[in-house]
């Protein structure tokens, strides 16, 4: 089976969610394309994540972010001495799949390109870009989004922020087919995970990760296997959420809660 995998360029979470996915299926995944959020430069994204965290979170954000960025400069076989990938690119690297950065993933270009590969599946994990129904239509399996919440609840961006903001017990990974909108279509895989009072948005997103990676893969295998079940993924039962504000974030600290 070929997957392209469509995905963003992050150090500290990214590597480590598709290492396991990348490395079992290695044969199967024809590509990989950074599919980046569109309009969202480094001033945009600076300005964004400052008023998601504040001063004192932003900055220790910061310095581990950029020093997963120069970590993820390094030959492949240096970073993993520090235990794990620190790049997408080097994990890629590693296993011989190719890596394409895609501003907008509904060119006519890059759709000509797909449709070039015979492509099976479109596997979707943290995608910045909606698809066309151009795109959606290419692969002959469809095109299959992993969303880091039980959907239809929190739809949208920041999920681990937003099921602590809301005392959730519960949250989870989704895989649905994918539609024009953001995280609609019918839901093929849901799998759980508790919430504990202690838990910080870091712990959650590990959480996420980790059990992203094996929704990833057992979708994988159900798409091969030809043993894919749906159930609804109704629109008006979930809200999109968008990435915190200051506001958010002072009512996310008086609730008690903690980015790390």
Known sequence: ???LLLTMDEPMYMPRYLRPVIENYTEDIERLVIAPHPGEDLA???QQRYEMFGLETFVRYGI??????ILGTLPPAVQTLTGRYHSIRALCADHGIPVRVEEDVNSNE???RVRALDID???SISCGQRLSPRL???PSEGAINVHGSLLPKYRGRATAFWVLYHDEEYSGVSAHYMSEDFDDGDIVLQREFPIEETDTMNDVYTKIVETGAEVAQAVIEQVKAGDVTTKPNPSEAGEYRSLPDAEDRAEFHRRGKAFR
């Open 1 to 3: 089976m070929n997957v």
């Open 44 to 46: 945009t994204t600076i």
């Open 64 to 69: 581990h972010f950029g020093v997963g960025k």
């Open 110 to 112: 890059f759709v000509r």
């Open 121 to 123: 599946l479109i596997l």
């Open 136 to 138: 959606l239509a290419v």
